[in-house]
């Protein structure tokens, strides 16, 4: 596939890649030696280095459970018509009711096609070598975060009042297993090396992981899921990624999860102002800031400007942020503001006649569809 190249400068991506490798030495290292002396470290049972929860892959017993458990799954709609469900897709109603048939023609496409050596041959013939390593580099990121929410929602699950909410939280731990197998078998489809999480990534993902209580909505739903929807948004358009407007549609829901749990179980106000918990937020957010010049090499590749990709998201979980009612340290315009200068302090240091640019007013999204969903998510941010 033809992509507009855009230059990035080689000394910014030398230092780019310089601190993160010392970084995440100094970090694996640091966290190693406090887990055994079991004053904490890395709280996540995760192996980033090969893209797998600690056990391994267990793939026969995701076979035998997980796929068995989707395939089985029962609408209450189609069993129980008297009560007030309405969860059954109009394609559901007509399937029969075999098991083998119970997924959506959609999904069973999209099944079908990623098992199929076709699939590999399409990537082959639509981009090159380096241009399908530019892809798994910025995937992969999220493959890890969906890792990560995976655990943050099960823990969440603990965490939230009333059915309802369980029942949202149940679905959304079943939906980041499904993200997660899925979008990991769409990325090894590649066929290139899958990166094990940066500094930044892993930084980010483990202070989400250890936040407490319901801050880890603010970590997981809002920055997490937002980076994510964003991700989804800028890449599902290209050929082969198209199953990603389904991860789309499913992070939008994730996202509105605080504002809607929140508008009928509000936080007190200590809870919610508190120095200590805005400080917190604030500290989760910075780590995500970095993977933009961590990736802006790979972006580039893709004719995205990195810049504008990290305005436009930060455009739309600040939107986030205030509808779920999670306040930083920081009012909304000093933050956001601040946020661009120093987008464009880094264009200026890096970028050869740089001129000021308001990189959130961005939109990177590029189908119609998806642009629509986040509209309805994001008002008018």
């Given at each position: 596939m033809r992509f507009e190249q855009l230059p990035v400068s080689e000394r910014a991506t030398r230092i780019n890649r310089g601190l993160e490798e010392a970084t995440n030495r100094f970090l694996r290292t640091y966290d190693r030696v406090l887990g055994l002396a079991h004053l904490g470290g890395r709280k996540a049972p995760y192996d980033d280095e090969h893209y797998e929860f600690v056990g391994g892959a267990s793939d026969t017993l995701r076979r035998k459970v997980y796929d068995k458990s989707l395939r089985l799954l029962w609408k209450a709609e189609k069993n129980a018509p008297y009560?007030?469900?309405?969860?059954?897709?109009?394609?559901?109603?007509?399937?029969?009711?075999?098991?083998?048939?119970?997924?959506?023609?959609?999904?069973?496409?999209?099944?079908?096609?990623?098992?199929?050596?076709?699939?590999?041959?399409?990537?082959?013939?639509?981009?090159?070598?380096?241009?399908?390593?530019?892809?798994?580099?910025?995937?992969?990121?999220?493959?890890?975060?969906?890792?990560?929410?995976?655990?943050?929602?099960?823990?969440?699950?603990?965490?939230?009042?009333?059915?309802?909410?369980?029942?949202?939280?149940?679905?959304?731990?079943?939906?980041?297993?499904?993200?997660?197998?899925?979008?990991?078998?769409?990325?090894?489809?590649?066929?290139?090396?899958?990166p094990r999480q940066s500094a930044w990534e892993y930084l980010f993902l483990e202070r989400v992981l250890k936040a407490d209580g319901l801050e880890k909505f603010f970590g997981m739903n809002i920055l997490v899921e937002g980076i994510a929807l964003s991700l989804f948004g800028v890449l599902g358009h290209l050929p082969g990624l198209e199953m990603l407007a389904l991860f789309?549609?499913?992070?939008?829901?994730?996202?509105?999860?605080?504002?809607?749990?929140?508008?009928?179980?509000?936080?007190?106000?200590?809870?919610?102002?508190?120095?200590?918990?805005?400080?917190?937020?604030?500290?989760?957010?910075?780590?995500?800031l970095a993977l933009i010049p961590h990736l802006e090499e790979d972006f580039a590749e893709l004719g995205i400007d990195a810049l504008e990709f990290g305005g436009s998201t930060l455009?739309?979980?600040?939107?986030?942020?205030?509808?779920?009612?999670?306040?930083?340290?920081?009012?909304?315009?000093?933050?956001?503001?601040?946020?661009?200068?120093?987008?464009?302090?880094?264009?200026?240091?890096?970028?050869?006649g740089h001129h000021h640019v308001d990189y959130l007013a961005a939109e990177v999204t590029r189908d119609p569809a998806q642009l629509e969903v986040e509209r309805e998510l994001f008002g008018a941010a």
């Open positions: 009560l007030s469900f309405k969860d059954a897709s109009e394609v559901e109603k007509s399937l029969v009711a075999s098991a083998e048939k119970s997924l959506s023609r959609e999904e069973s496409e999209v099944r079908a096609q990623l098992t199929l050596p076709e699939f590999k041959a399409r990537l082959d013939a639509e981009y090159t070598p380096r241009q399908k390593q530019a892809i798994v580099n910025i995937l992969t990121p999220i493959g890890h975060g969906e890792a990560y929410a995976w655990l943050v929602s099960a823990e969440l699950l603990g965490s939230v009042k009333s059915t309802g909410a369980r029942a949202a939280l149940t679905m959304q731990v079943l939906e980041e297993a499904k993200h997660f197998v899925v979008l990991r078998e769409l990325i090894q489809a590649f066929d290139v090396p899958v789309h549609l499913d992070e939008a829901r994730h996202t509105g999860l605080p504002t809607n749990y929140f508008s009928e179980f509000p936080m007190g106000p200590w809870e919610k102002h508190n120095p200590r918990a805005r400080l917190a937020r604030l500290n989760m957010l910075l780590p995500a455009r739309k979980v600040a939107a986030l942020v205030e509808k779920s009612g999670y306040p930083l340290p920081l009012p909304r315009p000093l933050l956001m503001g601040a946020l661009n200068e120093l987008f464009n302090l880094y264009g200026r240091a890096t970028r050869t």
